[in-house]
């Protein structure tokens, strides 16, 4: 694969770029586990988005290699074809699998509900980065959670824990099926384990 470009989004910030049809989008980890809140939209009309509800019903909860993510809003398609994952899964006692398609976005107000700080989360983290494309706040919607460790428990509630089995230079490349934008936020949340870390971006000519 040819290197196209590439850049590092600091820790507690986002950044939002395009992927061309046929192009792989990596999103790396350069230093250790960091949750990322990803968005997509078409490049065509963004009232196409990455539609997490649809990615679940026809695959997985937690997604790998072989998986798609779908779009929805005006139209349902295949968006992105996960086609590696370097993270060796593993299983514990409490079911929980690392990237998430289940868990919604954090923002300020569950971040002042949680933690008692009125400091930005990944919905205004999302809306600043997608600002540069011209798409407001309300454009910013349930996200894949690439690296994030999410499971189910017996009571039926939505838990995370660490994501462990995530290590530095692990990454996942996701092929686009169509001309996106896409958007990463570095999680400021607690979900990413002790710290918070940058995220990398590599785009791939296939
Ligand atoms: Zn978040």
């Known amino acids: 694969m040819e290197l196209l470009e590439s ?31 990803f968005d997509a939209f078409s490049l065509g009309d963004p009232r196409e988005y990455l539609l997490t509800s649809a990615t679940r ?37 409490s079911g929980a699998i690392t990237h998430d398609v289940v868990s919604g976005r ?4 569950s971040r002042n509900l949680r933690y008692a700080t009125d400091t930005p ?11 540069e494309f011209g798409l407001g706040l309300e454009y910013v919607h349930d996200p894949f959670n690439i690296f994030m460790r999410t499971g189910i428990n017996a009571q039926g509630k939505n838990f995370w824990e660490d994501p462990f089995d995530v290590k530095p230079g692990d990454y996942i490349d996701l092929r686009a ?10 999680c400021p949340g607690l979900s990413s384990g002790p710290g918070s870390r940058p995220f990398g971006v590599e785009i791939y000519a296939p």
Not at 9 to 33: E, M, S, Y
Not at 106 to 109: A, E, K, P, R, T
Not at 122 to 129: G, K
Request: proline share 5%.
């Open 177 to 186: 099926e169509f001309d996106i934008i896409a958007a990463g936020s570095a």
């Open 57 to 93: 019903r026809y695959g997985p909860s937690h997604v790998t290699v072989g998986d798609l993510l779908w779009s929805g809003g005006l139209r349902e398609r295949p968006m992105f074809t996960i086609i590696a994952d370097s993270v060796k899964h593993q299983s514990s006692d």
């Open 7 to 37: 850049f590092l989004v600091p820790k507690a910030t986002g950044k939002a770029f395009v992927v061309k049809a046929g192009q792989i989008l990596r999103i790396t980890q350069p230093d250790g586990p960091q949750v990322i809140d």
């Open 121 to 131: 989360g990944c919905q205004e983290i999302l809306a600043e980065a997608i600002a």
């Open 106 to 109: 954090c923002s300020q107000s």
